[in-house]
C-alpha cells in the first residue's frame, strides 16, 4: 500500500519560514507528479505547488515568490520552502502524489498543520 508521510508544520510568526517535507512509501516506482495543497479552516483544499518528474513546477498565484517546491534525491519525496509566511497561510498542508505505473494512483498524505501567528 502507497503512503505519504508529511512532516514540519509547526507554529511560526508572521514574515517566517518553515520547510515542509513529504515521502512516500510502498513504490518501486516514481510518482509523475508530486504536489501540495492546504485546507484552511472553513475554506475548500486548494493547489499550492506541484513538480512533475520532469522538474516542471506549477504555483498558485500568491505563493508565487515566496513558497519553492522542490524533489529530494531520494525517489518520491517532496519539499516546501515556505517564507514570508502570512497568517492567512494558516491551513493544513496536504502532500498529494500520482503514479500511472503499475497503474493509475493518487494518493495523499494525512496533512501537517501550519499556524502563522501576526
Known amino acids: 500500500q502507497v503512503q505519504l508521510v508529511e512532516s514540519g508544520g509547526g507554529l511560526v510568526q508572521a514574515g517566517g519560514s518553515l520547510r515542509l517535507s513529504c515521502a512516500a512509501s510502498?513504490?518501486?516506482?516514481?510518482?509523475?507528479?508530486m504536489g501540495w495543497y492546504r485546507q484552511a479552516p472553513g475554506k475548500q483544499r486548494e493547489l499550492v505547488a506541484s513538480i512533475t518528474s520532469g522538474g516542471s513546477t506549477n504555483y498558485a498565484d500568491s505563493m508565487k515568490g515566496r513558497f519553492t517546491i522542490s524533489r529530494g534525491n531520494a525517489k518520491n519525496t517532496v519539499y516546501l520552502q515556505m517564507n514570508s509566511l502570512k497568517p492567512e497561510d494558516t491551513a493544513v498542508y496536504y502532500c498529494?502524489?500520482?503514479?500511472?505505473?503499475?497503474?493509475?494512483?493518487?494518493?495523499w498524505g494525512q496533512g501537517t498543520l501550519v499556524t502563522v501567528s501576526s
Open positions: 498529494n502524489a500520482e503514479w500511472s505505473l503499475p497503474r493509475f494512483l493518487k494518493v
Open positions: 510502498g513504490s518501486i516506482f516514481s510518482a509523475n507528479a
